[in-house]
């Protein structure tokens, strides 16, 4: 399947290159005024299918490469997007910039988190540190005529921003926001180190922008938005519960998952019907488990 491109606005658009050969992983965002912002391109073997929607557009400049965090799936094609439109500057969080300028850390974790699958992100280059741009909490990236407002939105990791466009309601949150595997649920993104704490912190900070239009990383753009972000930060604070149960009493994934499922109807529901949906829920709670256990060691 080719790239395709949904129009969410008028000068907002969704970006769903393939990523050897599935379409719906990995959601681009551009976002088109006076000035040029495209979010997350995603790694290499995708971005190349981002140019090719660039060019479809007719976008001849591009000024910012606006990653939300910098795991390889968002960020790693990013060199590859600097090589076509080299003066854009690629806004990150201070946290992760560093780790744009030299990805070997970044590689180096994302080896040891997918083993044999994590060579499918492709090649990784190092970005320039005159194109790396920090973030700065509350600031606005002004576009002429649109903006896009930062927050920064930590516990899918440390160095997780969102971006808001107020003037259509769009919130672009990578992976702060969660995402929908299988079944079009909305879960928590929660890979060892998750902090369930901080992500819903943050979802509160986001639902208090009232927006519309919820754009996640995995995958696309979801109307009442605010509901959603309320509906995931009670699921996190429910799972952050029974996963610090589960520690306590020495319990098995699959027994937490029972617990789970046990209280949250939703949950319940998708495993009755999608009982492929086992697999990627039980390595969102492998991150508050892993917190359970982080906290458990702080305080001995």
Same mark, same amino acid.
């Given at each position: ?106 590689? /180096?974790?994302? @080896?040891? +988190?997918? !083993? &044999?699958?994590?060579? #499918?992100? *492709?090649?990784?280059? %190092? =970005?320039?540190?005159? /194109?790396?741009? @920090?973030? +700065?909490? !509350? &600031?606005?990236?002004? #576009?002429? *005529?649109?903006?896009? %407002? =930062? ?150």
């Amino acid at each position: 399947m080719g790239v395709s491109t949904t129009r969410l606005t008028d000068n907002i658009y969704l970006i769903d290159a393939p990523y050897h050969g599935r379409t719906g992983v990995l959601a681009t965002y551009l976002v088109s005024s006076r000035r040029v912002a495209l979010i997350d391109p995603g790694p290499a073997p995708q971005a190349e299918g981002v140019l090719e929607a660039l060019r479809s557009l007719g976008v001849e400049r591009l000024d910012y490469v606006c990653l939300t965090h910098i795991h390889l799936d968002h960020a790693g094609g990013t060199w590859l997007i600097l090589e076509e439109y080299p003066d854009a500057r690629v806004h990150v969080h201070p946290r992760g910039l560093p780790h744009m300028a030299d990805p070997s850390k970044n590689l /180096a974790a994302w @080896a040891r +988190a997918h !083993g &044999e699958r994590a060579a #499918l992100v *492709g090649e990784v280059r %190092e =970005v320039p540190q005159e /194109a790396l741009l @920090a973030s +700065a909490d !509350g &600031e606005s990236l002004e #576009l002429g *005529g649109v903006s896009l %407002e =930062v927050l920064w939105t930590p516990g899918h990791s440390t160095h997780s921003h969102s971006y808001y466009e107020r003037t259509s309601g769009l919130l672009f949150t990578g992976d702060a926001a969660g995402h929908t595997p299988v079944g079009g649920l909305l879960i928590p993104t929660s890979p060892i180190p998750y902090n369930p704490v901080d992500a819903a912190s943050s979802l509160a900070r986001l639902q208090a922008l009232e927006p519309r239009t919820l754009c996640i990383s995995h995958f696309g753009a979801h109307e009442g938005a605010s509901e959603l972000l309320g509906e995931l930060k009670a699921r996190v604070e429910l799972w952050a519960r029974l996963a610090d149960r589960a520690v306590e009493e020495g319990l098995e994934p699959r027994r937490l998952l029972e617990l789970v499922a046990g209280e949250d109807p939703p949950i319940r529901a998708l495993l009755e019907s999608h009982p492929e949906a086992e697999t990627p829920l039980l390595q969102s709670l492998e991150g508050f488990t892993s917190y359970a256990h982080w906290v458990r060691r702080q305080a001995s």
